[in-house]
């Protein structure tokens, strides 16, 4: 049984967290805006669980958003549910920060992510439906002006004009959009088949390791 699930991501901004029922209701949460998240996660988590009348004990599964994005909230997210974990021993389900991205937006048809990750670079991601059509990427702005112009979402600001792309709007709250990528996701996998620890997807060198090269 893969209920209740606890999901996390903290890829852009805010933390967002859903815990989510087998009957498909489900609680939502985001943290605080202008704390840290090493300081916001924890408490935000124990929250959630504290209103549905829940212990970490009761947990059947965790959910991660790995990423790209924000250097320091995979890493926070990453080792915040490392330490839950580590007694708990659950398995973890990763999932893209992009495809949460992609999941806010409302569109049928494929659509493309990007998000700037600064020095030049785009977190580039395409979907449909919750469905990764290519493996997301880092590249080049540059080379992004150069492919077909299509529909796409942001959480950031592109930071050059994208001439004959049309940014679509996101109606839908970042948890709400964990939770569709999450209940999609876990269709495709067994208990058996995930880990226990999972590893952030930066998709580029930080910028500590640039300033050493």
């Known amino acids: 049984m893969n209920y209740p699930l606890l999901a996390l991501d903290a890829a852009h901004g805010r933390g967002s967290a859903v815990l989510l029922f087998a009957d ?20 935000m988590l124990e929250g959630l669980l504290s209103r549905a009348d829940l212990g970490w004990s009761d947990l ?3 959910a991660l958003g790995i990423g790209p994005g924000s250097f320091t909230g995979l890493r926070i997210a990453a080792a915040t549910f490392a ?3 580590a007694s708990l021993a659950l398995p973890i389900l ?4 992009l495809a949460i991205t992609a999941a806010q937006a409302e569109c049928d048809d494929a659509l493309w992510v990007l998000e ?3 020095a030049g670079e785009v977190f580039v991601g395409h979907y449909q439906s919750c469905r990764a059509i290519t493996d997301d990427c880092c590249i080049s702005w540059e080379s992004v002006k150069k492919e077909n112009s299509a ?4 959480v950031s600001t592109p930071p050059l004009p994208l001439w004959g792309w049309q940014r679509l709007e996101m109606p839908f709250a970042r948890t709400e ?11 495709d996998v067994k208990q058996g088949d995930l880990p226990g620890y ?3 997807a930066y998709l580029q060198i930080s910028q500590a390791e640039r300033n050493l090269k």
Not at 24 to 43: F, I, Q, W
Not at 151 to 154: C, D, E, G, P
């Open 83 to 85: 330490g839950i974990n």
């Open 24 to 43: 498909g209701k489900m609680l939502t949460a985001e943290s605080e805006g202008d704390r840290s998240h090493s300081r916001t996660l924890v408490p």
């Open 198 to 200: 999972v590893q952030p």
């Open 94 to 97: 990763s999932v893209s920060s």
């Open 177 to 187: 959009a964990l939770a569709r990528v999450v209940r999609e996701a876990i269709r």
């Open 151 to 154: 529909s796409y979402v942001a």
């Open 116 to 118: 700037d990750a600064r």
């Open 60 to 62: 059947r599964m965790l």
